[in-house]
């Protein structure tokens, strides 16, 4: 498998900002890649370094191989997909996603037939005359999508791009998402916040934090074996239970994460306080004070609900309490 982006030791400052701080990542030829972390984190940077919109400070940016420092974006095999979208709206959806192609100079019988091929894919076809104003939400995402794949991009780099939908309609575009990118197998670099829709699509995913990768790794990792406790609570809010109480329990002084759904209450085990309960539909959360730390139990439908003040039993399997090397937070 070719290696369609390398970070080698990148780093990008802005006066005091370490945006970006010395991240090295790689990133597969028809990879679907997330960069995940909360605002600030430098996922939008990363991007921005890929695309050739800022250049790194130090280290090297490489896509297909090519160091690409003196490569301007035009002539990156690369694309980008907005969360404003940016289209241009006094042209029609056709002229928007043609105007590429357009610029590269190809003709417009040729332009208009890629355009609506385009456009067909992204299930579009009827569209082609409208003006964005004349869309949805969800319908403009798809032209602004269009607009990108149009010119053919090698790694297509997608900036929150479902920012600005309702929730239902986000999801239904990630399931469209990434059906696309498995017909296409273009190399997709999606930035988002949301560890859902990042563990949902992709098939590695970058955590970010202060302009670092804390884990990179398949969803499922990220989720049952968290590296640190950032990534434990930023993916999924996993419990991260100190040192002390893991000593206890196991004897080894190390942090370790446990996900609310694997504790389960019985009538022995570590010993705590309800503190709250809440009813989410299929489940209900427990807050349980354990010590000096707060416990979140997820119980699945149907099991027995205790009162707020109730003293309590905690119990999991032993895999299911994951130690964690990372960080010593
Ligand atoms: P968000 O999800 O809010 O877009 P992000 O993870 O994408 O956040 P970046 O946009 O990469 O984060 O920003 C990382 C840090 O770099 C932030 O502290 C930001 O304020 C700073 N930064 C980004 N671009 C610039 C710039 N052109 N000048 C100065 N500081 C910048």
């Known amino acids: 498998m070719e290696t369609a982006v390398r970070f080698d030791a990148v780093s990008r400052i802005f006066g005091d900002v370490r945006a970006v701080d010395s991240v090295t990542l790689d990133v597969h030829e028809g990879e679907f890649f ?9 996922k939008t940077t990363c991007l921005r370094l890929i695309a050739g919109f800022e250049r790194p400070t130090s280290g090297d940016v490489n896509i297909f191989g090519q160091n690409s420092t003196n490569i301007p974006p035009y002539r990156r095999p690369v694309n980008t997909v907005f969360q404003d979208y940016a289209l241009f709206p006094h042209l029609n959806v056709q002229d928007n996603v043609a105007y590429g192609l357009k610029i590269s100079g190809v003709g417009k019988a040729e332009r208009h037939r890629a355009a609506d091929e385009i456009l067909e894919m992204v299930a ?8 964005p104003s004349e869309l949805s939400g969800g319908q403009r995402q798809r032209v602004a999508l269009a607009r990108a794949l149009v010119n053919k991009p090698r790694v297509l780099l997608l900036d929150e791009p ?36 990042a563990l949902s699509m992709a098939d590695r995913v970058a955590v970010f934090n202060d302009g670092k990768i804390q884990q990179l790794d398949a969803p499922q990792v990220l989720y049952y074996k968290p590296q640190t406790a950032f990534v434990a609570d930023f993916v999924g809010s996993s ?6 109480m893991v000593a206890r329990l196991t004897g080894r002084s190390v942090q370790a994460s446990l996900r609310p759904e694997a504790i ?18 299929a489940n209900t959360r427990l807050k349980v004070d354990v010590s000096r730390t707060q416990i979140s ?14 003293h309590v039993n905690l ?15």
């Open 162 to 197: 479902l920012g600005a939908l309702d929730l239902k309609l986000r999801e239904q575009m990630q399931s469209e998402l990434k059906a696309l990118q498995r017909q296409l197998g273009v190399t997709f670099v999606f930035v988002t916040h949301d560890q859902g829709e």
């Open 124 to 131: 579009l076809g009827g569209h082609s005359k409208r003006k």
């Open 239 to 244: 419990n991260v239970l100190p040192p002390d």
């Open 297 to 310: 139990v997820l119980l699945p439908k149907g099991a027995q609900i205790p009162n707020d003040g109730d």
């Open 34 to 42: 997330a960069m995940l972390g909360p605002s600030g984190s430098g």
């Open 264 to 281: 389960s209450l019985s009538d022995t085990g570590l010993e705590g306080v309800v503190a709250e309960h809440s009813f989410l539909g």
């Open 315 to 329: 119990s999991w399997d032993a895999a299911d309490l994951h130690v964690m090397a990372g960080d010593n937070e």
